[in-house]
């Protein structure tokens, strides 16, 4: 099994800006970053270079709540694209992976639909065939489920859910409880721009003592 973080806590507590600062969308002036054995080391005065940035980000994939696809594009072409204008694959060797993938996420049937044509669903299971194309190190969802219904997610969890049995590392924001449970090697809990509670989902669960973390919890909806 790969390695699962979780990371909850409430609106504006700083999640997405660190799933940014992981892939350098965000500089981070102090600290340092550890990725597929390359470490970056930040402080306020390094700049760091373009090549730099670039080999950091392409160790991660980012998945969004949006789904970001190329609206012009079929399902296959989308799980194409990054394959050939960025990993500079030949189209045919592209278009055999993009059709592995989707038939990994459950989607062979509809390698020639369009965005509009898919479910929410469909579509972000499309946007993770599309991102497990570029073979990052480490996966990073920034609340892939919380635009889906019920139904939908549930079927997005499984996919991120299978992706993890089969080793792969992922970071996912996420409220979905029952997930962290199952996936999540260690739970994090963010507030107001610092990490307050960490641990492994039973000792989350267990003893819990902090009051916000408590507040929180009590709060969301699984
Ligand atoms: N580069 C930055 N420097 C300083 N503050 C920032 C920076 N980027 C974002 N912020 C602020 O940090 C706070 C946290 O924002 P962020 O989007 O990470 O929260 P979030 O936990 O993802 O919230 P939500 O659950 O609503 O998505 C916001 O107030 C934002 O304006
Ligand atoms: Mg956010």
Do not use: W
Not at 19 to 25: A, E, F, I, T
Not at 180 to 187: W, Y
């Amino acid at each position: 099994m790969g390695c699962g973080i979780v990371i909850i806590g409430p609106s504006g507590s700083g999640k997405t800006t660190l799933l940014r600062c992981m892939n350098l969308l965000e500089t981070p002036t102090s600290g340092s970053l550890t990725i597929g054995g390359r470490e970056v080391n930040f402080n306020l005065n390094k700049r760091l270079s373009q090549t730099e940035i670039l080999a950091l980000r392409k160790q991660t994939g980012m998945v969004f709540q949006g789904f970001n696809l190329f609206p012009h594009m079929t399902a296959l072409e989308n799980v194409m694209e990054g394959q050939v204008t960025v990993l500079k694959r030949p189209k045919t060797q592209a278009a055999e992976r993009a059709q592995a993938l989707l038939e990994k996420v459950g989607l062979s049937q509809k390698k020639d639909s369009y965005p509009y044509q898919l479910s929410g669903g469909q579509q972000q299971r499309v946007a993770i065939a599309r991102t497990m194309a570029m073979e990052p190190s480490v996966f990073l969802f920034d609340e892939p489920t919380s635009a889906l219904d019920p139904e939908l997610a549930a079927e997005v969890l499984k996919v991120m859910k299978d992706l993890s049995l089969e080793g792969m590392t992922m970071v996912v924001v996420t409220h979905k409880m029952s997930f962290a449970r199952d996936v999540a090697h260690k739970i994090i809990f963010m507030d107001e721009g610092v990490i307050l509670e960490e641990g492994s989902p039973q000792e989350f669960f267990n003893n819990i003592s902090n009051q916000r973390l408590k507040q929180f919890l009590n709060l969301i909806e699984d």
